[in-house]
């Protein structure tokens, strides 16, 4: 099976607008969409906060037009199927939007 990552962009997390409830709500939400993938989920990943960008110029904090928020890797058997699995993911209904890209292993 191939690996698909899954960079998610934009969205809210809502935690300094949120109450206890919703963000358990939230939390329940990305629970269950893991669980509905099984062994599908590769590694359910992180938010990422502070970030950088780099380039042969030099390194400036910040720097990306729409940087990520956060990763996750599937294993699916084709991009159709990784494609069905993403659509379900709780990010899209924050507001956010997801960067999907197969991956390949490289023979060293």
Request: glycine share 16%; hydrophobic share 35%; aromatic share 4%.
């Given at each position: 099976m191939a690996k698909y990552l899954l960079v998610y962009h934009g969205g809210s997390d809502g935690s300094a607008e949120m109450s206890q409830e919703e963000g358990a709500k939230v939390m329940q939400a990305w629970t269950d969409w893991f669980a509905s993938l099984g062994t599908g989920v590769a590694d359910a990943?992180?938010?990422?906060?502070?970030?950088?960008?780099?380039?042969?110029?030099?390194?400036?904090?910040?720097?990306?037009?729409?940087?990520?928020?956060?990763?996750?890797?599937?294993?699916?058997?084709?991009?159709?199927?990784?494609?069905?699995?993403?659509?379900?993911?709780?990010?899209?209904?924050?507001?956010?939007?997801i960067e999907l890209a197969e991956t390949f292993e490289i023979a060293m």
């Open positions: 990943g992180n938010p990422i906060s502070r970030h950088w960008t780099i380039t042969s110029e030099g390194t400036i904090e910040g720097g990306a037009a729409d940087p990520a928020t956060g990763y996750s890797v599937l294993e699916a058997e084709n991009m159709d199927a990784a494609l069905v699995m993403a659509k379900g993911c709780p990010h899209l209904a924050s507001g956010g939007s």
